[in-house]
Nanobody
């Protein structure tokens, strides 16, 4: 199973930016589709963005499209989430996920521990 470690979270004012990183180990990174999810207190986990393994197609939740960008560097075994124009409603624990069989929002089977993002108004 692939191991995932997120970093880059923190406290930022509304309108600001953060870049999250997720480093993978234990398996061949390029074989995995990667995703970002988030979970706010008292809410269910929700899909944020995903990137495929080879063609590097991307998909985004409607709530973040145009503000967030997912990318990957296979040489560094790392996936990124660039978050711009942050809003207080983006406050959540952000989790990195990996899957080698499919890349739909319900397909991801390996998860990191998460990194906290807090956006103040």
């Amino acid at each position: 199973q692939v191991q995932l470690v997120e970093s880059g979270g923190g406290l930022v004012q509304a309108g600001g930016s953060l870049r999250l990183s997720c480093v993978a180990s234990g398996r061949t990174f390029s074989n995995y589709a990667m995703g970002w999810f988030r979970q706010a207190p008292g809410k269910e986990r929700e899909f944020v963005a995903a990137i495929s393994w080879a063609v590097r197609s991307t998909v985004y939740a409607a709530s973040v499209k145009g503000r967030f960008t997912i990318s990957r560097d296979n040489a560094k075994n790392t996936v990124y989430l660039q978050m711009n124009s942050l809003k207080p409603e983006d406050t959540a624990v952000y989790l990195c996920a990996a899957e080698d069989t499919a890349w739909g929002p319900n397909d991801f089977g390996s998860w990191g521990q998460g990194t906290q993002v807090t956006v103040s108004s």
